[in-house]
């Protein structure tokens, strides 16, 4: 069973910073591209961050940029997502997904976690 397990999700004050992992299991990843999403309550999931398969390249969205860092680690099947100078507008449950069928970083994406909640206080 392939299943993707985002975890290090919290409640952080703002300012403050948080590091979500996602272990993948079942199958592995390496060759494919890896992202981030957010929900908030009401709204559509939206995109935060990509990974190239190597690593080697990245897209934010303007939201995060400069504050979050995608990166992964291939020999353990996980990806990260730093967080730094949390703000209370990112509150939202961040997913982790990924995509089997392209090698491109922007697209649909086949594989996703369950999520993992991200509280910032102000």
């Known amino acids: 069973q392939v299943q993707l397990v985002e975890s290090g999700g919290g409640l952080v004050q703002a300012g403050g910073s948080l590091r979500l992992s996602c272990a993948a299991s079942g199958r592995t990843f390496s060759s494919d591209p890896m992202a981030w999403f957010r929900r908030t309550p009401g709204k559509e999931r939206t995109f935060v961050a990509a990974?190239?398969?190597?690593?080697?390249?990245?897209y934010y969205a303007d939201s995060v940029k400069d504050r979050f860092t995608i990166s992964r680690d291939n020999a353990k099947n996980t990806v990260y997502l730093q967080m730094n100078n949390l703000k209370p507008g990112d509150t939202a449950v961040y997913f982790c997904?990924?995509?089997?069928?392209?090698?491109?970083?922007?697209?649909?994406?086949?594989?996703w976690g369950q999520g993992t909640q991200v509280t910032v206080s102000s």
């Open positions: 990974i190239s398969w190597s690593g080697g390249s990245t």
């Open positions: 997904a990924a995509r089997t069928k392209s090698g491109l970083m922007l697209g649909a994406y086949d594989f």
